[in-house]
């Protein structure tokens, strides 16, 4: 199966692992990934903090970009959730654009849900030896609703070692802008969700989300707690050899 890669932000600029671990999970899996070049934002940024008029043009580029493929899968819940959720809606003002801007929405995929959903598999051969704790991020739990998804996958993974995160629904306190306008309530938020990662003993947080393991991660690291972040796709693209 031919599958685009939508790589974020995010994903190209900070965390291209992330993307890498996505790509080489799928080809192990038998399926054949695209990376459209001409990709840029998707615009959630910009639709996120009210500026709807600018996000438009990268509305128009990103349905250029995609609307070719059958499949597209993002290693990020926020920003597929801002594609499925958002992009019509931005371009309601031409009925066309709209229409394919939903028909994009509706072939893109966070990657536990093009994992488990569409190609119907939850065990992908990975092996991942550490103790782990999911933190559900906020907008892959209330905006794409991929349940336990994420769980089952990790439940999957020889010799990982799954650890329930207390108060697990709780955001993090990143939420984009939200954690510059308002750090102080950001920093309460995240040293909530450090004390519930900790308090599970677990080596490893992962999560669907760049943005929220690199607010997690970056609190873990300057407490020098010893436990770090690790994408999803990392982990399930992890095999023995």
């Known amino acids: 199966m031919r599958i685009a890669l939508f790589v974020t932000c995010l994903a190209d600029t900070m965390f291209p692992a992330a993307a890498k671990a996505t790509v080489h999970l799928l080809e192990r899996l038998g399926h054949e990934v695209v990376f459209p070049t001409e990709q840029t934002c998707c615009g959630q940024m910009h639709i996120n903090t009210g500026y709807q008029k600018d996000a438009l043009p990268l509305v128009q580029r990103h349905v250029k970009v995609f609307e070719e493929f059958d499949l597209v899968v993002a290693p990020s819940g926020s920003c597929v959730g801002s594609v499925r959720h958002q992009h019509a809606m931005v371009a309601a ?37 550490h103790r782990v704790t999911y933190h559900p991020t906020c907008h892959s739990l209330r905006v794409l609703r991929v349940g336990d998804k994420p769980l089952r996958l990790l439940r999957k993974v020889r010799g990982l070692d799954l650890v329930e995160l207390p108060e697990a629904e709780q955001c993090c306190g990143f939420g984009g802008t939200f954690s510059v306008k308002n750090a102080d309530t950001s920093t309460a938020m995240l040293a909530d969700k450090m004390r519930h990662v900790l308090s599970t003993g677990a080596d490893v947080c992962t999560a669907g989300d760049a943005s929220c393991l690199m607010h997690i991660g970056g609190g873990l690291s300057r407490l020098r707690t010893g436990v770090r972040t690790v994408h999803l796709a990392e982990i399930l693209a992890s095999t023995e050899s």
Request: proline letters at 3%; a negative charge; aromatic letters at 8%.
């Open 93 to 129: 003002g031409d009925a066309g654009l709209a229409t394919r801007a939903s028909g994009v929405a509706s072939r893109t995929y966070e990657l536990s849900e093009l994992l488990v959903d569409v190609l119907g598999v939850e065990d992908v051969g990975a092996y991942f030896p």
